[in-house]
């Protein structure tokens, strides 16, 4: 069973990327889907969530309106469009997933990918 995010790299300052989180091993359907973003030297912190039944969607507030998640089941995969990026974004990227409760709080996440590198320059 694993997880496994791309899509990460370099972008300037107000660029954009689009991260994705695919699945393999198992579906994850009906699993809640996430992203975390961990800065050097800091706490992970959350990012984004998408319910698995009505793909209700939860932000952090340092990225409410500049990113949004979405998620495919037909793919098995969930995706990350980061808009306007600012230095503040750069950040290792992890995709999770939760079989029980959606949440902010990394704890209630069962699986987790490997991570993905986005880097921001100013």
């Known amino acids: 069973v694993q997880l496994q995010a791309s899509g990460g790299g370099l972008v300037q300052a107000g660029g954009s990327l689009r991260l994705s989180c695919s699945a393999s091993g198992r579906t994850f359907n009906n699993y809640h889907r996430a992203w975390f973003r961990q800065a050097p030297g800091k706490e992970r912190e959350f990012v984004a969530a998408?319910?698995?039944?009505?793909?209700?969607?939860y932000y952090g507030d340092s990225v409410k309106g500049r990113f949004t998640i979405s998620r495919d089941n037909a793919k098995n995969t969930v995706f990350l469009q980061m808009n306007s990026l600012q230095p503040q974004d750069t950040a290792v990227y992890y995709c999770a997933a939760a079989g029980i409760r959606i949440s902010r709080r990394s704890s209630e996440y069962d699986y987790w990918g490997q991570g993905t590198l986005v880097t921001v320059s100013s």
């Open positions: 998408i319910s698995w039944r009505d793909s209700i969607t």
